[in-house]
């Protein structure tokens, strides 16, 4: 029989309560406590995890003894400090969400972090979780004879509305490279199994959010771009974001290309904001096209309904869940560890910085978040 896993969840906003959807679909898995200042985010999360304790502080979750681990959903620029916060009490096992910090001061200490805590840290990338992205990366080296190209494109909605509209500044989010972006940095490093060695951007705020005021502030928060990526191996991957461009049939187009042929996979976004009137929301889809013989074939890759209700992220958060659960109870290994979240932050920093300067930026992971 399974190990019962109760969690402690800190920050209930829109991704907690994807997080808290996920959990109740686990067995052998609950939530025993939850720490959320909110109101309205806290009452949402007590109707969705009704048999919870409401805590009063993050300390007072990492203290409840009822938690084996704890998931951390909160705003970006409080994940590090709540990090240390849950360390300060005892060293529980954490999942927390990305970005892993979003202040280059931090970044040595985030390090630091990583080399004394003793407890499994899983830094949360769900999209390595998506099945036509896993489906993807588990066919492109075999596809492709070996990638030397990889894109990812992602045309997508604008920010949502978070609490206290953290998510509309870059210093609070981290900047779009590293808020929205270390997800694709990270599959790129995962994908080409290789680390960069010099990224070069261009991005803007071009159409979203300028018309809003927050406190006598406009937002600056970047609607758009494009990251190129050279790595050690001698891969090239290009990021493109738009954020605008919600009217896509798809929200993600992976392309990896090698001497064999071509691989893709497309990926529709949330199934809630497909439009009522066009009928059914796409089905995922992964087109192989090998060069010789030629003939491109497609795979329709449909996700179980009852994990796209559950969430945005076409039931990668599930996945997650499963397999850090299965990593606690000794079944699996910590599959993104603080070092592939450092280094995802470091490569949207080092984006944000090359945009910034128009200039590329060399041996990122060295020097991107210390500038």
Request: aromatic share 8%; net charge negative.
């Amino acid at each position: 029989m399974a190990k019962h896993i109760s969690y402690g969840i800190i920050g209930c906003g829109m991704m907690g309560q994807e997080h808290l959807r996920n959990i109740a679909l686990l067995p052998d898995v609950g939530v025993a406590s939850i720490f959320e200042p909110d109101a309205t985010m806290r009452a949402r999360a007590a109707d969705l995890a009704p048999h919870a304790s409401i805590a009063g502080s993050v300390a007072e979750v990492a203290d409840d003894p009822r938690v084996d681990c704890v998931l951390i959903a909160s705003p970006n620029y409080v994940h590090f400090a709540q990090l240390r916060e849950v360390a300060a009490v005892r060293a529980l096992p954490i999942l927390v969400e990305k970005p892993l910090f979003t202040d280059p001061v931090d970044a040595a200490a985030v390090k630091a972090f990583a080399a004394t805590f003793t407890a499994p840290v899983w830094v949360a990338m769900e999209y390595r979780y998506m099945p036509p992205v896993a489906r993807f990366i588990e066919q492109a080296q075999d596809a492709t004879g070996g990638i030397r190209m990889l894109t990812i494109r992602e045309h997508r909605y604008p920010f949502l509305d978070k609490v206290a509209h953290w998510n509309r500044f870059n210093r609070r989010s981290g900047g779009t490279f590293v808020e929205k972006c270390c997800h694709f940095f990270d599959l790129m490093r995962l994908i080409l199994k290789s680390e960069p060695v010099r990224i070069m951007a261009s991005a803007g705020q071009e159409v979203n959010h300028l018309d809003e005021h927050y406190d006598g502030e406009t937002p600056d928060i970047w609607d758009c771009g494009y990251v190129l990526v050279d790595f050690a191996s001698g891969a090239r991957a290009m990021l493109e974001l738009c954020m605008y461009a919600e009217g896509s049939r798809y929200q993600e187009e992976i392309s990896a290309v090698g001497a064999r042929g071509k691989v893709e996979c497309v990926v529709p976004g949330p199934g809630r904001f497909w439009p009522a009137h066009l009928g059914a929301a796409p089905t995922p889809q992964l087109i192989v096209s090998p060069r010789f013989p030629q003939g491109p074939y497609t795979v329709e890759i449909p996700i179980d309904p009852q994990l796209l209700t559950a969430g945005d992220h076409n039931g990668s958060t599930f996945y997650q869940h499963q397999r850090f659960c299965a990593a606690l109870r000794g079944e699996g290994p910590v599959e993104v560890t603080l070092d592939d979240g450092w280094k995802a932050v470091a490569m949207g920093m080092a984006a944000q910085l090359s945009a910034n300067q128009g200039t590329a930026i060399s041996n990122p992971l060295d020097a991107s978040v210390t500038t």
